[in-house]
Nanobody
C-alpha cells in the first residue's frame, strides 16, 4: 500500500512564508504527477500547483509568482514554498500523488491523498 503524509502547516502573518512537505511511502516504483490542492471552509478542493516526474510545473493563477512547487524523486517527496502569503491562502492543503507501486509479480497504479495540513494566514 501507499501512504501520503503532509507536514509544515501552521499560523503565519500576512506577507510571511511557509514551506510544505509531502512524502509518499510504500512499495513505490515511481510517482507520476504530484500536486498540492487546498480547501477553504465552504469551498471546493482546488488545485494549487502540480509537478510532473520530469519537473514540469503548473500553478493556479492566484498563486503564480508567490508559490513554488518542487520535488525530490529519490525521496518521493514534493514541496510547496509559499511566499507573500495572504489571508485568502488560508485553507487545508492536501497532497496528491499518482503512484505506480507493487511487487515484482504485481504492479498497480493509484491516486493517493494525504490527510491535509492546515495553513492559517492571519495577523
Amino acid at each position: 500500500q501507499v501512504q501520503v503524509v503532509e507536514s509544515g502547516g501552521g499560523l503565519v502573518q500576512p506577507g510571511g512564508s511557509l514551506r510544505l512537505s509531502c512524502a509518499a511511502s510504500g512499495s513505490i516504483f515511481s510517482i507520476n504527477t504530484m500536486g498540492w490542492y487546498r480547501q477553504a471552509p465552504g469551498n471546493e478542493r482546488d488545485l494549487v500547483a502540480a509537478i510532473t516526474i520530469g519537473g514540469s510545473a503548473n500553478y493556479a493563477d492566484s498563486v503564480k509568482g508567490r508559490f513554488t512547487i518542487s520535488r525530490d524523486n529519490a525521496k518521493n517527496t514534493v514541496y510547496l514554498q509559499m511566499n507573500s502569503l495572504k489571508p485568502e491562502d488560508t485553507a487545508v492543503y492536501y497532497c496528491n500523488a499518482d503512484v505506480v507501486w507493487g511487487s515484482l509479480s504485481s504492479t498497480y497504479r493509484g491516486n493517493y491523498w494525504g490527510k491535509g495540513t492546515l495553513v492559517t494566514v492571519s495577523s
